[in-house]
């Protein structure tokens, strides 16, 4: 048995280093055809860094009254074509990412403004936040916003917490043919 995996082992191998040597030939130059090209490609990886506060701090809530914490995220080292995005997405953290805060047994949902003003351009979750392209250096391209809690009279005392997830992809343009 063991003979066996041994030769069973060295004869994949022996196939694996005979076939890596070989390339994958698909023009073939001769007398009627003296000219051709080869197409050479690679690609270089995309490259950014996203900061994002580590907390959004809301103070003491009052009921029945709005209250505001602005929050900022930078874009930093950002080296893609003009043409091609990194968008930051925001979720919550509740049962269908939608934006709530929570205390041991009770839940208050909040707004996320794409500004440091209220009541500007209000995303919803999932949405995109903020979006980068071309070439940013290390002193970044900046993205402002707002945390708005308006807890509800009949909402309990308590500490509340909760996530704002963001999460960055490079989206490339549609090639139509």
Known sequence: ???KKLLVTMSLGLVLLTSAGVPALAKDLDENTQEG???IFGSIASRYTVEIP???EMGTMQRNRDSQ?????TARNVA???DVKLQVRVNGDGINDE???KS???KISYRLFKSAEPNDIEIATHDIFAEFSGTIGQDGDTQS??????PQDTVNSGIYAGNLNFTCAINFPTVTP
Not at 69 to 73: E, L, V
Request: charged fraction near 15%; glycine fraction near 4%.
């Open 1 to 3: 048995m063991r003979i």
């Open 37 to 39: 090209s080869s197409e």
């Open 54 to 56: 580590a907390e959004i």
């Open 69 to 73: 914490a602005p929050f900022s995220i």
């Open 80 to 82: 893609l074509p003009s």
């Open 99 to 101: 934006f709530i805060l």
């Open 104 to 106: 041991s047994d009770s």
């Open 145 to 150: 916003g707002l945390v708005q809690v308006t």
